[in-house]
Each structure stands twice: as C-alpha cells, then as structure tokens.
T-cell receptor, first 115, second 114 residues
Framework: DTGVSQDPRHKITKRGQNVTFRCDPI?????LYWYRQTLGQGPEFLTY????????KSRLLSDRFSAERPKGSFSTLEIQRTEQGDSAMYLC?????????????FGPGTRLTVT | AQSVTQPDIHITVSEGASLELRCNYS??????LFWYVQSPGQGLQLLLK??????LVQGIKGFEAEFKRSQSSFNLRKPSVHWSDAAEYFC????????????FGKGTRLSVIA
C-alpha cells in the first residue's frame, strides 16, 4: 500500500507525559500537513511542511507541540506535558505541490487519549 | 476568513433513497472545494473535488456534487444510498494556489436504515 501511514494508531498516556507520533507520506509528495480532530468536529489545521521546511503553524499549535520533518520524508509530531484537552485524533495528510488542485491524501490517524 | 458550514449535523435516510448533503462556504478568492468521507475510527477519503470548469463533478462510489457560485454552495448528492454509505461526510475549501491548508466543516453524520 502506498498511501499515507501513521504510527501508532492509538496512544493512551497519562497527563504530563510526552508523546510522539509519526507520519509517512506518499513517497513523491513534498507537502505534509498535520490536523487535529476532536469529537464531533472537522479536522483543524495544525502545521504543514514543504520538504523539510515548516511553512505555517496554526495558533492551535501551542508551545508544547513541535513538529519536524528532518529529511523531507517522514514527519513527527511531539506533544510535551500532555493535557486532557490534547485528547483527539491527529491526522496527517500529504500532497505534491505544483500539481493541479489542492487535494490532500489522509492517513488513518493517531487517536490520543490522555487520562 | 475562510469558513465552511454544513447545516445538518445528522441525517438519516432509507437504503435506496436519494441523498443530498449541504455545504456552504465563505472564501475570499477562487475556491477549490472537496468532499471527504470518514468511517468510524478511520482517516478521510477523498470523494470528489471541484477546481474549475463543469460545475457538476462526479466522484467515487456514485457521488456527485454541484458547485453554485451564486449560492456559495457545493452540495453532495447520491441518487440511491447503500447501507455502506453510513459515515461522516466533510466538506472542505482550499485556495486555488494550493498554498493554504484546507478548512473543513464540522461534518454531517449519515445513518442509513433498512
């Protein structure tokens, strides 16, 4: 399967712990996006990369959140000192910039539960 | 500011009946419009997209959507719903340049009854 993959699919952690999620985009896609989706809501943008450069960050991305894409391939999203409000589905999407349109292809998501 | 409104939180239809899910958008420039579907606990799958040209676009799984600029709408339709269509449906808008992230509506949950 050559789609977007995310790991882990589920994560349960205690408040105050750090967590890290990984996203592997479709191989020829140079744009990578992170979204957060809470219950009953649509996905909300967090940040995105073009290759290894982080081009935009939402104000939703507090100082406890950091994202990297060191080699322009996979990306990681780290949440430090997790809070119960961080419980959500974290979605990764990718696309190839320069192609027509703006459709993004989503991974299955990582569901985070903070207890 | 960009926004997407999906007025219906939950819709129930009978299997075999027709379906229309509403989507209204607010966007300052030429929008690119999308419909995604999400099954429980899963990521989002692209159903169809509108960039330009014919305002009636066809997608996967027998879905279609019509772009109406005058009404700022992009409603999703299907002539005959199958039980497997039960899911959450999201409308999204993005810039034609492709340089902005997508803005999503809050979704419409579709239930299908026998």
């Amino acid at each position: 399967d050559t789609g977007v993959s995310q790991d882990p699919r589920h994560k349960i952690t205690k408040r105050g712990q750090n967590v890290t999620f990984r996203c592997d985009p479709i191989s020829e896609h140079n744009r990578l996006y992170w979204y957060r989706q809470t219950l009953g809501q649509g996905p909300e943008f967090l940040t995105y990369f073009q290759n290894e450069a982080q081009l935009e960050k939402s104000r939703l991305l507090s100082d406890r959140f950091s994202a990297e894409r060191p080699k322009g391939s996979f990306s990681t999203l780290e949440i430090q000192r997790t809070e119960q409000g961080d419980s959500a589905m974290y979605l990764c999407a990718s696309r190839r910039a320069g192609t027509g349109g703006n459709e993004q292809y989503f991974g299955p998501g990582t569901r985070l539960t903070v207890t | 500011a960009q926004s997407v409104t999906q007025p219906d939180i939950h819709i129930t239809v009978s299997e075999g009946a027709s379906l229309e899910l509403r989507c209204n958008y607010s966007y300052g420039a030429t929008p690119y419009l999308f419909w995604y579907v999400q099954s429980p606990g899963q990521g989002l799958q692209l159903l169809l997209k509108y960039f330009s040209g014919d305002t009636l676009v066809q997608g996967i799984k027998g879905f279609e959507a019509e772009f109406k600029r005058s009404q700022s709408s992009f409603n999703l339709r299907k002539p005959s719903v199958h039980w497997s269509d039960a899911a959450e449906y999201f409308c999204a808008v993005g810039a034609s340049s492709g340089n902005t992230p997508l803005v999503f509506g809050k979704g419409t949950r579709l239930s299908v009854i026998a």
